[in-house]
């Protein structure tokens, strides 16, 4: 009688509502409490920001950045974009 009411590996029991839940579920999913004993790190593994995502940043070719306001700016443009400071290392010619 007791092994079919055996929890499944990892399975954990909600102090909420005592509904009983997954070990891949990090909340309850009858009432949305936090597993109990879940660290907010063991939380954080699968939202932490990933950092092989940086090429997604990188900037376009010939992009610069404003040195008054820090934007950043297209090659083609030869003030900033969005205080209109000239792009540093251009020759204003007069
Ligand atoms: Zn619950
Ligand atoms: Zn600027």
């Known amino acids: ?4 009411f055996k929890k499944p590996e990892g399975a954990w029991e909600c102090d909420t509502c005592l509904v009983e ?4 579920d990090t909340k309850c999913v009858a009432c949305m409490s936090a597993k109990p004993g879940a660290s907010a790190a ?3 593994a699968s ?3 990933v950092f092989g ?3 997604a940043f990188k900037k376009p070719e010939g ?10 700016n297209k090659a083609v443009d030869v ?4 205080c209109q400071a000239a792009k540093p290392g251009v020759s204003v010619e007069p």
């Open 53 to 55: 995502l940086g090429d």
């Open 1 to 4: 009688f007791g092994d079919k």
């Open 47 to 49: 939202s932490a920001p």
């Open 79 to 82: 003030q900033c974009v969005a």
């Open 42 to 44: 063991s939380s954080s």
């Open 63 to 72: 992009a610069w950045d404003c040195d008054v306001c820090l934007v950043q």
């Open 21 to 24: 839940n997954k070990a891949v």
